[in-house]
């Protein structure tokens, strides 16, 4: 499959939208499946229990963003042309999956269940849908999630949308973002770029810092929604706010390119320097790039030497192709050495 980002390759020239390869979910880049925290998960728990520990995507170094309240709707979850039609049932479970009860879900303490899904992802994935079939949204969001990655059962994308759609009809913001995703990349469901936008939107307006970035690139790029660069920056720095680093990355773009802003190249210095520190690898890219046009080659580098341990194989192949054509044979020779690594597991984009 193929996405679009938008990228500076060399000093003073501007961001540029490219086409990229995404083969499927990636880290970082989508939300990865609480399963440390899900212990805490069963239809009879306090509803203090449901948001304590989780997992989200990392906003800042050294910390988690938060998970943001759901917030009161005012009109009705959807529109009817907005509902997903999905003609597989619920309950369609692999014959592998051990079937759990709900006296079991109900008995087991939290310490139970922590220790359950720290086991087989197997085991993990029967507890999860019992409390997701049980009417939990959080744990109807990890499921959807689960069958997106086929981690503990089959990949199984058209469930994963079902299942993300009911949390996000129970007010789940992230549930509501990873639909948009699945609108947008054919996970499951047709490509229809009006539907990503819509559901980014409601997941910004509920506070989600990956809403808020998915929406804005949609602004940006004119995908499902008319092109607003203004509109764009506004919600670039409202996820910035809550430090998430790939919109702090793109806000450095908008300063360096002068997009909506005057040309300040202090403030792109900064901005991807947040980034990077906050571990966006176009962020450090950015960064590395300015301190070498700054002359400041080994400050560079090391940031350099962190590519390849996120950043995808598109990226990296332009990366170094951009840093073979440096001045600096230290730059020149930390190009050579910009090889995507070995797939540990799961897709990569």
């Not at 949204?137 to 990655?149: H, I, R, S, T, W």
Request: glycine share 8%.
């Amino acid at each position: 499959m193929k996405t679009k980002a938008a990228i500076a390759w060399k000093a003073g020239a501007p961001l540029t939208i490219e086409e990229v390869d995404l083969e499927g979910p990636r880290a970082g880049d989508h939300w990865t499946v609480p399963t440390a925290a899900l212990g805490q998960l069963r239809p009879c728990f306090p509803a203090k229990y449901l948001n304590a520990g989780k997992s989200w995507p990392k906003a800042r170094t050294g910390s988690v963003a938060p998970h943001p309240a759901p917030r009161p709707r005012t009109r009705p979850c959807l529109e009817p042309k907005f509902l997903v039609h999905n003609p597989m049932t619920p309950t369609n479970a692999p014959k592998t999956m051990e079937p759990i009860s709900r006296q079991q879900l109900n008995t087991a303490t939290a310490n139970d269940l922590a220790e359950i899904l720290r086991g087989p992802p197997e085991q993990a994935a029967a507890w999860v849908r019992a409390a997701a079939e049980g009417g939990v949204a959080e744990a109807q969001a990890v499921f959807g999630q689960m069958l997106l990655d086929g981690q503990g059962l089959p990949v199984d994308r058209e469930q994963a949308v079902y299942w993300f759609k009911r949390a996000a009809d129970a007010n789940h913001p992230m549930a509501m973002n990873m639909l948009g995703q699945c609108h947008h990349h054919g996970w499951g469901v047709p490509v229809n770029l009006v539907l990503a936008a819509y559901w980014y939107r409601l997941a910004a307006q509920q506070g989600l810092d990956w809403g808020m970035y998915n929406y804005a690139t949609a602004l940006a790029l004119g995908e499902g929604v008319p092109a607003d660069r203004p509109g764009a920056l506004a919600w670039f720095e409202k996820a910035a706010a809550l430090g998430h680093a790939k919109s702090i990355n793109i806000i450095g773009g908008f300063h360096e390119d002068g997009w909506e802003v005057p040309v300040d190249k202090q403030q792109a210095f900064e901005h991807y320097r947040r980034a990077a520190e906050g571990g966006d690898f176009r962020g450090q890219f950015n960064y590395a790039r300015l301190l070498i046009e700054r002359g400041d080659i080994d400050a560079a580098l090391p940031w350099l030497d962190r590519l390849p341990g996120t950043a995808t194989p598109a990226f990296l192949a332009k990366a170094r192709a951009f840093l073979e054509q440096a001045a600096d044979a230290r730059v020149r020779a930390k190009a050579a050495e910009l090889a995507p690594r070995p797939a540990t597991g799961g897709p990569a984009a």
